[in-house]
């Protein structure tokens, strides 16, 4: 699987949009782009997933450039609950996701 | 409702004991997955089964083994070779079908050994 960078730690004011970025330079063709989120002491959470076309659902949007070697999480309106760390993983099957150590999301009231 | 259910969520042991961690999952799902995660890291794969009676070593498998005899069912034996233990413990399925990697993961055991 690709190997993904992300930042170590963001703030966001509540109430505003939360974009989370992701580079994935080395993503070959048939692999995927998914989210997952864990708020402290749980299990993390799948969010979103996209392949090369943006996609949207009730949690979040998900913008992939052209070239597919970055992506941007989008929160819409950030709430206290959307504090976790968010994690961006690339993979093309279901054998083996490597989760690094993802985006420390702060939302401010 | 469907899920994915470990127990219990605190494990404490003493040094020299094996441990088994339980996760039973009622999502019909072929794959099953152990993850170790030490504080303010990421997921470390420990192991993982594709189909029932079939398992893979993943990352960081010295000192622990698994079994799959049911397809509900991934026990992990955290054994007296593993030599730091103390770790938050997650467990996780997903399907099998195309490229998809969603996985649902259940609420996790903190293992403490002393």
């Known amino acids: 699987d690709a190997k993904t960078t992300q930042p170590t730690s963001m703030d966001c004011a509540e109430g505003r949009a939360a974009n989370l970025p992701c580079n994935h330079s080395t993503i070959s063709g048939n692999e995927y782009v998914y989210w997952y989120r864990q708020i402290h002491s749980q299990g993390p959470q799948y969010i979103i997933h996209?392949?090369?076309n943006n996609e949207t659902n009730e949690m979040a949007s998900l913008i992939i450039t052209e070239d597919r070697k970055s992506s941007t999480l989008i929160l819409p309106h950030a709430t206290l609950r959307d504090t976790a760390v968010y994690y961006c993983i690339v993979s093309g099957g279901y054998q083996k996701v490597t989760f690094g150590t993802g985006t420390k999301l702060q939302v401010i009231p | 409702d469907g899920g994915i259910t470990q127990s219990p969520k605190y494990l404490f042991r003493k040094e020299g004991q094996n441990v088994t961690l339980s996760c039973e999952q009622n999502l019909n799902h072929d794959a099953m997955y152990w993850y170790r995660q030490d504080p303010g890291q990421g997921l470390r794969l420990i192991y993982y089964?594709?189909?029932?009676?079939?398992?893979q070593k993943g990352d960081i498998a010295e000192g622990y083994s698994v079994s799959r005899e049911k397809k509900e069912s991934f026990p992990l034996t955290v054994t007296s070779a593993q030599k730091n233990p103390t770790a938050f413990y997650l467990c996780?399925?997903?399907?099998?079908?195309?490229?998809?990697?969603?996985?649902?993961f259940g609420p996790g055991t903190r293992l403490t050994v002393t």
């Open positions: 996780a399925s997903s399907t099998t079908s195309g490229p998809l990697a969603e996985q649902y």
């Open positions: 089964s594709q189909i029932v009676n079939d398992f």
């Open positions: 996209g392949l090369k």
